[in-house]
C-alpha cells in the first residue's frame, strides 16, 4: 500500500505536465505481474511499474550505497487523441534541461526530455508525450526497458524495468479507460 501511495504520489508532476490528467485522484485498480493498472473516478487510467534494478555510474564505476528505490516508469493512453505517452520518475535530481534515454531490449531508444520550469531546483521526471504504435508494439513483445539519464551530480543513472505483465495491463487500459 505504501508502494502505491509512493508511486500515485511521484506521479502528480508528470500529470501537471501533461494537462491530460490534473486534478483526478486515482486508485490502484489492477496489478499484472510487475505493472499496475491506476484509474479515477471518471475512468482515466495510466500503467505504472517500479525499476527492478537501479544503478549509479561515475566513471564507469558504480557508486555504492545510493539508495534509489523508488524510480518509476509510467504509461498513458488518451483514447480521444489516439496517443500513448510516456514518463520516467527518478528519486535522484536529473539534469536541468537534460535528455535521457529509454532502451527497448536493446531494439529501441526511444529519447525523453527532463520536465520542469526553470523555478524548479530538483528536475526528477522526464517525458515524451508521443509514442508510435510500432514502439507500443515493441513494448508489448519487448522483456525490458532500460532508462539512461545524467544526473544532476554528473553521474549516469541506469534503470532497468521488466515488460511482465505490460500486454495484460495495456489491454485492460484499452478496454476498460477513456
Same mark, same amino acid.
Given at each position: ?67 534509489? /528505490? +523508488?524510480?518509476? &516508469? ?10 500513448? =505517452?510516456?514518463? *520516467?520518475? #527518478? ?61 544532476? /551530480? +554528473?553521474?549516469? &543513472? ?10 495484460? =495491463?495495456?489491454? *485492460?487500459? #484499452?478496454?476498460?479507460?477513456?
Amino acid at each position: 500500500m505504501k508502494k502505491t501511495f509512493k508511486l500515485i504520489f511521484t506521479l502528480l508532476p508528470f500529470l501537471f505536465f501533461s494537462s491530460i490528467l490534473v486534478g483526478e485522484e486515482f486508485l490502484p485498480k489492477k496489478s499484472y505481474r510487475d505493472w499496475s493498472v491506476f484509474a479515477s473516478n471518471n475512468g482515466s487510467c495510466f500503467l505504472g511499474s517500479n525499476a527492478k534494478t537501479t544503478k549509479s555510474l561515475v566513471n564507469a564505476n558504480e557508486i555504492i550505497g545510493r539508495n534509489r /528505490d +523508488n524510480v518509476f &516508469l509510467y504509461f498513458l493512453y488518451d483514447r480521444s487523441k489516439n496517443l500513448y =505517452s510516456m514518463s *520516467y520518475f #527518478s528519486d535522484f535530481p536529473l539534469q536541468k534541461n537534460g535528455n535521457g534515454i529509454l532502451r527497448i531490449d536493446n531494439k529501441k531508444e526511444i529519447p525523453l526530455r527532463v520536465l520542469g520550469s526553470e523555478t524548479s531546483i530538483n528536475f526528477k521526471n522526464a517525458g515524451i508525450f508521443s509514442i508510435s504504435n510500432n514502439d507500443v508494439n515493441l513494448l508489448i513483445s519487448g522483456t525490458k526497458i532500460t532508462a539512461v539519464f545524467i544526473a544532476a /551530480d +554528473n553521474s549516469t &543513472l541506469i534503470d532497468e524495468f521488466s515488460l511482465i505483465g505490460f500486454t495484460k =495491463s495495456l489491454r *485492460y487500459l #484499452s478496454s476498460n479507460c477513456i
